[in-house]
T-cell receptor, first 111, second 114 residues
Framework: EDQVTQSPEALRLQEGESSSLNCSYT??????LFWYRQDPGKGPEFLFT???AGEEKEKERLKATLTKKESFLHITAPKPEDSATYLC????????????FGTGTRLTIIP | ETGVTQTPRHLVMGMTNKKSLKCEQH?????MYWYKQSAKKPLELMFV???????ENNSVPSRFSPECPNSSHLFLHLHTLQPEDSALYLC?????????????FGPGTRLTVL
């Protein structure tokens, strides 16, 4: 069974203080690893898809990286508007369209 | 806006009521999904429809009944729910044309069962 563990559960940073969120996973044949951002009371918003170890993708202050066991979401010089819950999900060989999600990291950026 | 809309955004119902949640996608996708999101728990896949055919029912109780009349619309019919069914119900869609499809989510319906 596919599993996703995200850490830390919550993270508070000062504006401009860079850090990283972790997503550890076990999956039978990774087809894709997904990062989403979710604001309170809203649906998850797609950020990145990573397909193979060594791949990296960037969007504004966010950069996602992937190894065979984990993914990191690096946030550089964050701003208060980056505050949200960040969700990681994996899609494996035997799950068809199924995504297995972690419980998320709640990120708060303090002005 | 992601191109996936859900109505209503909030719903309060009693345990004996019957209600329906609606989802519509304007992305030309072929696959649609229902997820349940409860506090402190990961998103939980409930149902998957691909080209209007149900391809996954993730052991969901029969008090939840999905309907997919076409590739753009998805419903979740609710009856005799329990208080523990209170949660955020999310609809998503994906192209349905490759092995690794990105799923795009709607804003969700916040359901409270009294």
């Amino acid at each position: 069974e596919d599993q996703v563990t995200q850490s830390p559960e919550a993270l508070r940073l000062q504006e401009g203080e860079s850090s990283s969120l972790n997503c550890s996973y076990t999956v039978s044949g990774l087809r894709g690893l997904f990062w989403y951002r979710q604001d309170p009371g809203k649906g998850p918003e797609f950020l990145f898809t990573l397909y193979s170890a060594g791949e990296e993708k960037e969007k504004e202050r966010l950069k996602a990286t992937l190894t065979k066991k984990e993914s990191f979401l690096h946030i550089t010089a964050p701003k208060p508007e980056d505050s949200a819950t960040y969700l990681c999900a994996v899609q494996g060989d035997f799950g068809n369209e199924k995504l297995t999600f972690g419980t998320g990291t709640r990120l708060t950026i303090i002005p | 806006e992601t191109g996936v809309t859900q109505t209503p955004r909030h719903l309060v119902m009693g345990m004996t009521n019957k209600k329906s949640l609606k989802c519509e996608q304007h992305l030309g996708h072929n696959a649609m999904y229902w997820y349940k999101q409860s506090a402190k728990k990961p998103l939980e896949l409930m149902f998957v429809y691909n080209f209007k055919e149900q391809t996954e029912n993730n052991s969901v109780p029969s008090r939840f009944s999905p309907e997919c009349p076409n590739s753009s619309h998805l419903f979740l019919h609710l009856h005799t729910l329990q208080p523990e069914d209170s949660a955020l119900y999310l609809c998503a869609s994906s192209p349905g044309t490759s092995n690794t499809d990105t799923q795009y989510f709607g804003p969700g319906t916040r359901l409270t069962v009294l």
